[in-house]
């Protein structure tokens, strides 16, 4: 069974700083989608950026950015200039390829300060 | 387009009744999901039907969780007997078919947040 594991369960940064969200993730599977999903008070999830274990090259999104280490089963988000906005719990989510259920991590929660 | 919807947004309920939660996915999305999502905690599978049939039910507690999806299009969660422990944040999520465009993308709803007083 796979399983997600995120050990921060609250951050909190400066607006415009940069902030690393950490995941690590279990699994047999050799081929896998990784997520890190955002969920702000509306309960909205929202995908922030993928990562298809295959791609050696980092996921990158605009100031979202990936460090996908495949060997040590480790995903971790990079936020840089942090702002208000980014205020949210922040899920992990590992998919296999092919397959259809998420599982998700316990989520950490950020808070971007002024 | 229309994201996906869920009704109602808040439910709250007594120990022992019947509740049934409504999901509207993004139209021709063939794939929906349910989650649950507990306080404090990550979304966990429950369901999930391709078209009109449950592809997987694993992730259901118990025989009082049921859901259906009888025209492939608006699902219902059904869950019968409630008790304290069912409340939680129930979330539904759409697919396009697979081999189209993003298909591995899941599309979530906002929720309904079941209370069971």
């Known amino acids: 069974a796979q399983t997600v594991t995120q050990s921060q369960p609250e951050m909190s940064v400066q607006e415009a700083e940069t902030v690393t969200l950490s995941c690590t993730y279990d699994?047999?599977?050799?081929?896998?989608?990784l997520f890190w999903y955002k969920q702000p008070p509306s309960r909205q999830m929202i995908l922030v950026i993928r990562?298809?274990?295959?791609?050696?090259q980092n996921a990158t999104e605009n100031r979202f950015s990936v460090n996908f280490q495949k060997a040590a089963k480790s995903f971790s988000l990079k936020i840089s200039d942090s702002q208000l906005g980014d205020t949210a719990m922040y899920f992990c989510?590992?998919?296999?390829?092919?397959?259809?259920?998420?599982?998700f991590g316990k989520g950490t929660r950020l808070h971007i300060l002024p | 387009g229309a994201g996906v919807s869920q009704t109602p947004s808040n439910k709250v309920t007594e120990k022992g009744k019947y509740v049934e939660l409504r999901c509207d996915p993004i139209?021709?999305?063939?794939?929906l999901y349910w989650y649950r999502q507990s306080l404090g905690q990550g979304p966990e599978f429950l369901i999930y039907?391709?078209?009109?049939?449950?592809?997987?039910d694993s992730g259901l507690p118990n025989d009082r969780f049921f859901a259906v999806r009888p025209e492939g299009s608006v699902s219902t969660l059904k869950i019968q007997r409630t008790e304290r422990g069912d409340s939680a944040v129930y979330l539904c999520?759409?697919?396009?078919?697979?081999?189209?465009?993003?298909?591995?993308?899941?599309?979530f709803g906002p929720g309904t947040r079941l209370t069971v007083t």
């Open positions: 989510a590992f998919m296999k390829l092919g397959g259809d259920k998420i599982i």
């Open positions: 699994t047999s599977e050799n081929n896998y989608y």
């Open positions: 999520a759409s697919r396009p078919l697979a081999g189209q465009a993003d298909s591995y993308e899941q599309y």
């Open positions: 039907f391709q078209g009109t049939g449950a592809a997987d």
């Open positions: 990562q298809e274990a295959y791609k050696q």
């Open positions: 139209s021709g999305h063939t794939a």
